[in-house]
């Protein structure tokens, strides 16, 4: 596991963002503000017969905030409602590769999972 | 040349990397005069201030009380002016409640500017929500420029409360000129210091202001020490928003007579220890000589204003030639991503809104880096930083 932010890997993901913008028909919309930074993401759902169709964020944050949404959408999308409860930080944090970044950046990386998992509640 | 009087930089190393430390604004390293204060009180001379008959009750009392002495002459106050609080924001807390609550009313018009931090801010709106006064806010441009400070003096405000350093921008504001016109409108006027007193000779007889402010952990002391300097005639005049023990001359269940000023605003024991250790920081600026600090410090910020000017996509707001503070931008690179990237060479500087949402607002922007200096930094430091930020930007373009 890497803790600088500077690898490769996360630069490369950053590079190659999916899912920025706004969706053209949703039926989540969520806005999030990171209260260290005053950052805002807001995320885009589109759910058809509890199940995720599409996914899409919007995103004034940083580097890691931007990957994180990305890689979180990108674990839920096409998955039933359910993913939500089931999805780990860690997860995220592994799937970026950055499991030991520093404590102030993870709540960059915790922003779209915490919103994630308040959609999840909402939509018990 | 300071450098060596802060052990901070022989112990913070990082992958054998020394410590390059830019975030002087937010919080100063301390020497080795101050920290070793701490304990050497403590186990030497501990005992309650303004209390005891005993010695050693008097000798922190004598020591306690020489701060004060050192604080007043520091700033040109009279040592009865100056009042010990937790810091700059509870001082700033302290004049809202025990004056302003006392002296504004419904329609009454308080002026602050969009520069100032958020601790000269958000007492006046919670005082604003109470009693109903109005709240304008000096416009500000990228520059650092006051623009209409005269158009809302006009409106004759009861109070004016500015910072004399903004903390973002690092323009230095002409705090003279301001207390003068705002004195020939009637209005009280409040002076932030925060990031001032470090950094240049204040006299508070010279600028004339009612209040002025400031922390000792922004000038090489310990945490949770401030000073409130304010006129003897108001804190003469007016009584504090809180009390308690010591405060005070009698108490009967129908009366109270306080204790003469300052005393009567220092309820409680206070952070004695950490005053006491405040004093020695004064004690290491003077050693110095603040003038030649500020020869120093501007030295110093017109080396790195030259470097940071020729990156080229990098934007700086403000004008921190004189005050070493530089908040920047750089295009297509989030701040906090510039701080991680920097961290990993080990230099510390600040990302984020820098508790200044409104100046934050006024420039449109969610966040800024910023970088800020003080006397233990060197040219090597600023070559260090400049040389990890263009590594950055090659690392995301």
């Not at chain 1, 759902?45 to 169709?53: A, C, G, T, W």
Request: charged share 25%; glycine share 6%.
């Amino acid at each position: 596991m890497n803790r600088q932010i500077s690898s490769q890997y996360i630069i490369d993901l950053y590079k190659n963002i999916k899912y920025y913008g706004k969706l053209k028909k949703f039926t989540i919309k969520k806005e999030l503000q990171n209260p260290l930074c005053g950052d805002i993401v807001t995320l885009y759902i589109l759910i058809e017969k509890d199940k995720i169709v599409d996914v899409s964020f919007e995103s004034s944050g940083c580097m890691i905030s931007k990957v994180a949404s990305f890689i979180s959408l990108d674990m839920i999308k096409g998955k039933d409602l359910g993913v939500l409860k089931k999805i780990k930080f860690e997860d995220i944090l592994d799937n970026m590769m950055i499991k030991d970044i520093s404590p102030s950046r993870k709540k960059c990386a915790y922003l779209t999972f915490g919103g994630l998992k308040s959609i999840g509640e909402e939509y018990k | 040349m300071y450098k060596k009087d802060f052990p901070i930089f022989r112990n913070a190393k990082f992958m054998n990397k020394s410590l390059v430390y830019l975030d002087s604004a937010s919080s100063t390293q301390k020497p080795h005069t101050v920290i070793n204060a701490i304990p050497y009180l403590y186990e030497n001379f501990y005992a309650n201030v303004h209390r005891g008959i005993y010695k050693l009750s008097e000798e922190s009392t004598g020591m306690y009380e020489d701060v004060r002495d050192i604080t007043s002459k520091f700033i040109n106050a009279s040592k009865k002016e100056i009042v010990f609080t937790k810091g700059t924001t509870d001082s700033i807390n302290m004049i809202v409640y025990f004056f302003a609550k006392k002296i504004l009313k419904k329609n009454d018009l308080v002026i602050l500017s969009e520069m100032e931090h958020h601790s000269n801010i958000v007492p006046w709106i919670i005082l604003q929500k109470e009693i109903g006064f109005n709240i304008e806010y000096i416009k500000v441009n990228e520059k650092g420029d006051l623009l209409n400070l005269d158009l809302l003096l006009e409106h004759n405000p009861k109070i004016l409360s500015i910072t004399h350093v903004s903390n973002v921008l690092g323009n230095i504001n002409d705090v003279i000129g301001i207390v003068k016109k705002a004195h020939d409108k009637g209005a009280y006027v409040l002076i932030d210091g925060a990031q001032a007193v470090s950094h240049m000779r204040v006299d508070v007889k010279k600028i004339d202001c009612d209040f002025y402010v400031f922390s000792s952990h922004k000038m090489l002391g310990p945490t949770g020490v401030g000073v409130m300097y304010a006129k003897s005639e108001i804190l003469e005049k007016y009584d504090p928003s809180f009390s308690g023990g010591e405060a005070v001359i009698s108490v009967s269940k129908d009366n109270i007579v306080y204790k003469d000023i300052p005393y009567k605003f220092e309820p409680g024991t206070p952070n004695f220890i950490d005053v006491i250790a405040f004093g020695y920081a004064i004690s290491y600026i003077e050693k110095i000589g603040i003038l030649k600090i500020q020869k120093y410090i501007e030295d110093l910020s017109l080396y790195t204003y030259d470097k940071l000017i020729n990156i080229e996509r990098l934007k700086l707001f403000g004008d921190g030639r004189k005050s070493g503070i530089f908040s920047f931008h750089i295009e297509n690179i989030h701040p906090h991503d510039i701080a991680s990237s920097l961290d990993e060479d080990n230099i510390a500087i600040r990302a984020g809104h820098h508790c200044a949402k409104i100046l934050m607002d006024r420039l449109n922007l969610s966040s800024l880096s910023r970088c800020s200096l003080y006397i233990y930094n060197d040219e090597r430091d600023i070559d260090k930083f400049i040389s990890s930020l263009n590594k950055t930007i090659d690392l995301f373009s």
